[in-house]
């Protein structure tokens, strides 16, 4: 099946400091890719919906200054997470749609801000 | 929100067919019902998704009652390796430029020895 690679898998970061997590479809083009995040024992929050081109698309309560989504070609989005703190401890997790309409996950980042 | 309702939790034997229900009654003529499973501490993996047809692949079944209130996933011979969270979602569909997928709770499927 098509593939949706994340980097980094893993990452910690001193608080207060920004962390970069890629998401890439590594066999097809995605003009769409989405963002969620994910808390310990809960089910994934849909937090951004990446559009290539233009404007991310925030879910409600998303602080859009705080999490810079850019998608600058057909294959890759990346989230920004700005001036991070423990509270944004988290797995971030995208996801896109090929055009048969599958949609792949990547592996996920698990953020640990210190 | 989700539009849809799974139990919480469901075992089954290794070996025997897992059948995990899922209620969307109010689900719309254009929507997809969708499933999807995580195991711990990693993404979603895709297993198969249906309009109104019951579909059938590699991975499992999907079986869609003729009204689309509800729909049962399948695991024929469930082994070990399956035990995971299994969600049901229903979307809009219009290939890569439908709607977004909104996670529920899921099932916590246990498959014991």
Known sequence: GAVVSQHPSWVICKSGTSVKIECRSLDFQ???????????????????TSNEGSKATYEQGVEKDKFLINHASLTLSTLTVTSAHP????????S?????????????TRLTVV | DAKTTQPPSMDCA???AANLPCNHSTISGNEYVYWYRQIHSQGPQYIIHGLKNNE????????????????TLILPHATLRDTAVYYCIVRVSGGNQGGK???GQGTELSVKP
Not at chain 1, 30 to 48: E, G, H, I, N
Not at chain 1, 99 to 104: K, Q
Not at chain 2, 60 to 71: F, Q, V
């Open chain 2, 14 to 16: 290794e070996g025997r």
């Open chain 2, 101 to 103: 997928l909104i996670f």
């Open chain 1, 87 to 94: 509270e944004d401890s988290s797995f971030y997790i995208c």
């Open chain 1, 30 to 48: 995605a003009t769409t890719m989405f963002w969620y995040r994910q808390f310990p024992k809960q089910s994934l929050m849909l937090m951004a």
């Open chain 2, 56 to 71: 059938t692949n590699e991975m499992a079944s999907l079986i869609i009652t003729e009204d689309r209130k509800s729909s």
């Open chain 1, 96 to 108: 896109a749609f090929t055009s048969n309409t599958e949609a792949f996950f990547g592996q996920g």
